[in-house]
Structures are given as structure tokens and as C-alpha cells.
């Protein structure tokens, strides 16, 4: 039998997506993953006015950890949990009980699966179950389905839509950069970011100009 004509196997993950957490400090997380164990930042989401009432904008940026897995966090503008953060490794245990599903959820894990038709056939396994899907999402990148497993834990099955671009990991970077900057500050906001993600092109974009043969600094305006 040729190999495109063989049945599917019933278990079609192929490994993990990524795994996502919520952030308390954008900063030193960027340090401690990018700069300290040197995974790369690959692709962001800035997320203005997403979601129902009383979920903030947001940031969702991910590193490449190797073999296609990525590890990824959401950082949320404005909003803080009651309580002191600073112990680490405490902060979660320390949420109030009123805590939004959005933040709960921001703790999750990805797997990924091949093409359209094997995320639909979890989504007739899911809604023939007793763990129906709850919402189902085109992404930028990503098709993704939700459902929350019997422990309570969300649990996402995606399928990759294209390639993630150079270009993309680029703007990755320069968001994640401005991101730093800006929470490293006494208001942090999206419209600060989005601020100081535009002054961080101009910067790089003279910086890569003064480098190119015939460079002189009276060009600097149509930089």
C-alpha cells in the first residue's frame, strides 16, 4: 500500500507546541531565558481590546527551546495579583480565589498535530466526550482548539496555518526589546510599548544604515 494511502494513526500528536505561563516580571524573564540559557525569542502577540470584559492587553512571546518546542508567557498590562510577589516560586500559590479564568488559563499546554483534518478529529473526540471543546481559534500563525482536562488544567491541540517569517522574529525581538523597556518604567501600558517599540526601529534602522557603504549623516531624515 503506498505510504500516503495508509490509515492514520489513532494517536496523532507529534509532541509538544509549547507550554505557556503567566509572567510577573517580563524582564527578568526575557534575561533569564534569552540572555542566560540563550533560547531565542521567535514570535509575539500583542493583544489590544482581546477578550471579554475585564481581561487587560496583553503580550505573548515565546522562545525556541529546540526540535520545534516553544516555551512561551503572556504578560499582562496593568494587572498584578494581590500580594507580595517578590518570593520566587510562591507567587502562584498565592493567588486570590477571585483570580480571572484568564490568568488561570494563561497557564497551559500546547501539542501539536499535523494539518486541519487531525485537529478536527480531536474536536469530534472532545465534543463526543465528557470534556467537550470549549472555543476554537484561529491565531495568527496557529489554529488552535480548547478544552479544560479533568484536573482543571487548559489543555490546547494546534496545527501550525504557515511558517513563522524571519521578518516576524524580527518584530519578536523589537517587541520583546520594547517590552523590557517599558516595564522597567512606572506605567506600563500597551500604547507605551507600541511608543517605544517605534523609537527602537528608527534607532536600529540609523544604526544599520551608518553601515552601509556611502552612508553620510545628512541622510539621517529619510532613514
Given at each position: 500500500?503506498?505510504?500516503?494511502?495508509?490509515?492514520?494513526?489513532?494517536?496523532?500528536?507529534?509532541?509538544?507546541?509549547?507550554?505557556?505561563?503567566?509572567?510577573?516580571?517580563?524582564?527578568?524573564?526575557?534575561?533569564?531565558?534569552?540572555?542566560?540559557?540563550?533560547?531565542?525569542?521567535?514570535?509575539?502577540?500583542?493583544?489590544?481590546?482581546?477578550?471579554?470584559?475585564?481581561?487587560?492587553?496583553?503580550?505573548?512571546?515565546?522562545?525556541?527551546?529546540?526540535?520545534?518546542?516553544?516555551?512561551?508567557?503572556?504578560?499582562?498590562?496593568?494587572?498584578?495579583?494581590?500580594?507580595?510577589?517578590?518570593?520566587?516560586?510562591?507567587?502562584?500559590?498565592?493567588l486570590p480565589h477571585d483570580t480571572p479564568d484568564?490568568?488561570?488559563?494563561?497557564?497551559?499546554?500546547?501539542?501539536?498535530?499535523?494539518?486541519?483534518?487531525?485537529?478536527?478529529?480531536?474536536?469530534?473526540?472532545?465534543?463526543?466526550?465528557?470534556?467537550?471543546?470549549?472555543?476554537?481559534?484561529?491565531?495568527?500563525?496557529?489554529?488552535s482548539i480548547y478544552t479544560h482536562d479533568p484536573?482543571?488544567?487548559?489543555?490546547?491541540?494546534?496545527?501550525?496555518?504557515?511558517?513563522?517569517?524571519?521578518?516576524?522574529?524580527?518584530?519578536?525581538?523589537?517587541?520583546?526589546?520594547?517590552?523590557?523597556?517599558?516595564?522597567?518604567?512606572?506605567?506600563?501600558?500597551?500604547?507605551?510599548?507600541?511608543?517605544?517599540?517605534?523609537?527602537?526601529?528608527?534607532?536600529?534602522?540609523?544604526?544599520?544604515?551608518?553601515?552601509?557603504?556611502?552612508?553620510?549623516?545628512?541622510?539621517?531624515?529619510?532613514?
Amino acid at each position: 500500500m503506498p505510504q500516503d494511502e495508509l490509515p492514520r494513526p489513532v494517536h496523532r500528536v507529534r509532541g509538544v507546541d509549547h507550554a505557556a505561563f503567566p509572567t510577573f516580571d517580563p524582564g527578568a524573564t526575557v534575561r533569564f531565558y534569552r540572555d542566560v540559557l540563550k533560547f531565542p525569542v521567535v514570535h509575539s502577540i500583542c493583544a489590544a481590546g482581546w477578550g471579554p470584559e475585564r481581561h487587560p492587553d496583553f503580550i505573548h512571546f515565546f522562545f525556541d527551546i529546540g526540535n520545534d518546542d516553544r516555551l512561551a508567557f503572556f504578560y499582562y498590562f496593568g494587572w498584578t495579583p494581590a500580594g507580595d510577589q517578590s518570593a520566587p516560586g510562591d507567587a502562584w500559590a498565592r493567588l486570590p480565589h477571585d483570580t480571572p479564568d484568564f490568568f488561570k488559563n494563561s497557564r497551559h499546554i500546547a501539542l501539536n498535530v499535523a494539518d486541519e483534518e487531525d485537529l478536527m478529529e480531536y474536536r469530534r473526540r472532545l465534543d463526543e466526550s465528557d470534556w467537550p471543546v470549549e472555543m476554537q481559534v484561529m491565531h495568527e500563525t496557529i489554529e488552535s482548539i480548547y478544552t479544560h482536562d479533568p484536573n482543571g488544567y487548559m489543555l490546547e491541540i494546534t496545527r501550525q496555518l504557515r511558517p513563522v517569517t524571519p521578518q516576524e522574529d524580527l518584530d519578536a525581538q523589537l517587541t520583546i526589546d520594547a517590552l523590557c523597556d517599558v516595564t522597567a518604567g512606572d506605567a506600563p501600558s500597551m500604547d507605551a510599548l507600541l511608543t517605544r517599540k517605534a523609537e527602537l526601529i528608527v534607532e536600529r534602522a540609523e544604526a544599520w544604515a551608518a553601515t552601509q557603504p556611502g552612508w553620510h549623516p545628512s541622510q539621517r531624515e529619510l532613514v
